[in-house]
């Protein structure tokens, strides 16, 4: 979501070509962008404001169609596992917050992928 949409693939491209079997990769995807549309952005701005960050996340991220990244990596010889925000909370032993501001976060996606032999 930090790079435009063409610019997110041929980063993957390069990863995997430059990828050894075996090799690993971290990454997030947020599969519903509205998390950085006017309302929702607004209400974690305010939020982040509240501890002294005047930073806004609207601004950083490329609007577009694009590929998903787990599915991307997936078609060119990655093994990958996906991993939800919310129970990545719940395995660590916290709640994910519900309020309005961090709600929108809950479909962000984790993935771990590793370089098929």
């Known amino acids: 979501m930090y790079l435009p949409p063409e610019a997110q693939n041929r980063v993957s491209d390069n990863i995997t070509r430059l990828s050894a079997p ?18 929702c952005s607004r209400a974690w701005l305010q939020r982040w404001r509240q501890y002294g960050l005047d930073v806004d996340g609207s601004e950083l991220v490329w609007d577009g169609e694009r590929s998903a990244v787990g599915e991307y990596l997936s078609s060119n010889g990655w093994q ?3 991993h939800h925000a ?23 996606d984790y993935l771990i992928a590793e370089m098929r032999a």
Do not use: K
């Open 22 to 39: 075996g090799s690993r990769i971290a990454t997030e995807q947020l599969p519903d962008m509205s998390a950085f549309t006017d309302q």
């Open 80 to 82: 990958v596992s996906v």
């Open 86 to 108: 919310p129970e990545l909370y719940a395995a660590n032993g916290f709640e994910f917050p519900d309020d309005e501001a961090v709600a929108s976060f809950g479909s962000f």
